[in-house]
């Protein structure tokens, strides 16, 4: 019989408690009871995951429904509290167990991770937890309700992106300052929320034994493979290997587009003046598309593909009241994924949804696997399966284009790539710097910002635009609702372009590569997971040269 019925409400303490209480007072004599013990504990947490991902899911697709956001505060204010408290009593139930040691190797990656929560553990941190999810929540609600009146219509920020890309410069200006201004209205609660959580975060830190939240979160997100040193290396690494490429891109852009000075709405136009690329007219459309190449690259890609279309695991159209951004989330009992976006008929909505389609690849793919943990792969090898995905796609994009768009798209994108890796290090050294520093004034972070800025970005004209420019970091959703979450990409960057030049010679051995890596789930640590799919994990200047040279050839290859 099971040890959970499959209608119990995963949204409910009052049903949750009786299960958490068996296993908080179970008999645990050897080490098959603990292994029955982690099977159940993790046949529960698959419900609980499965509930708390729908409430999360509403709560982005509707932040403007007030019963939805109603729902969603009952669980994080009155069921994660409890979960938090019962998951360090069963944690550390298992981990001081007597038989523990006599534990397979396939436990090991779980007990590791485990004796570090349990290190980091505090009951002081409960509720100031559940007041950061509040504050995120309302940053994701002000983000939500953001539109400008535009072209005679209210238009989400979304749908403003094809207008960067219009070829009349006053049309582009007027489009960046109407977002960009509806966005500093906001802007003084915004940094209100920001300030609160910088606060509390440090708080958390402190409570937990930490000097800084940087140092707590190594700890929480179980980076066990790489250091705040080896972030700061790879942060001297893409200085040192990208910015060069593109401020010799921002130049050409500048000699091309035949200006004095390039301006923050001059960055998405092209160059040769052709219109935007328009792959798609409606959601359907370019569903239908991704299902081709899909399919045009495996039968089984494809299928898995369908799947959500089919089981209605997709919400991808732009509108007010919805969310910034796109996420997967897989639903664990279910087994299925579930894909967000904001699609507004760009090329990048296509990157976006092809990225996120990589991750419901991996929740496929590593579906088998039998217990919740190792179905929760570490973000740093999360992203390669997405990553990859937008590159090993880059021959069937003729499905949205002609040769020639596809081209274009292709070439675009690699040179995004490489402006792309810059970014990851602004925001990975903001955070750290002001993590390091949690008394800082809101005067030294716009200086640090725009020192970074100066470092590491592109060299835009700003004139009459300090206020918005100072400020443009609040943009930056993972720095409110998943702190120190992006070096990751910059990780798996490398690890997608690795897996990308495999691609280029061998695609029938690189799928095969990509395939086998994903379905190990998180069996094995990050290194061991990088090395099974034949991937270097490296931050020298070295190794990221000679990856972006692999970029620099494919773009010689490309028709500009």
Known sequence: MSFVPDDLDGASWQAIEPHMNDLRDRVLSCSGCLTKFIADRSALAEIISEARARLYIDMTCQTDDEDVQKAWMDFVENVEPKLSEYSDILNRRLAGHEAVGDLPDRYDVLLKGMMTDIEIFREENIPLDTAVTKLVTEYNEICGAQTVEFDGEEKTFAQMAIYLENTDRAVREAAWRAVSERRFEDSERVSEIYDELIRIRHQIATNAGFDGYQHYMFAAMHRFDYSIEHCLEFHDSIEAVCQPLRHKTDAERKQALGVESLRPWDMGVDVKGRPPLTPFTNVQDMIDGCSRIFHSMSDELGNLFDQLDANDCLDLESRKGKAPGGYQYYLQKSRLPF??????????????????????????????????????????????????????????????????????????????????????????????????????TREERVEKWLELGERFGSHLDYEGLDHIHELSWQRQGHLFGVPFYYVEYGIAQLGALQMWQYHRRDSSNALARYKAGLALGYTRGLTELFDASGLALSFSEEHVSGIIAEIESALDEIPA
């Open 339 to 440: 894909i967000f976006m904001n699609a507004a008929g760009t090329q990048r909505n296509v990157e976006t949804m092809i990225h996120e389609a990589g991750h419901a690849f991996h929740s496929f793919y590593s579906g088998h696997l039998d217990l919740i943990h190792e179905r929760d792969s570490p973000i740093e090898f999360a992203e390669v399966a997405s990553m990859s995905m937008e590159l090993l796609t880059h021959p069937q994009w003729t499905e949205f284009y002609s040769e020639q768009d596809a081209h274009r798209a292709r070439r675009n994108h690699l040179e995004d790539i490489i402006a792309l890796m810059p970014w990851i290090a602004t925001i990975d050294a903001f955070q750290h710097w002001i993590y390091a520093n949690p008394e800082h």
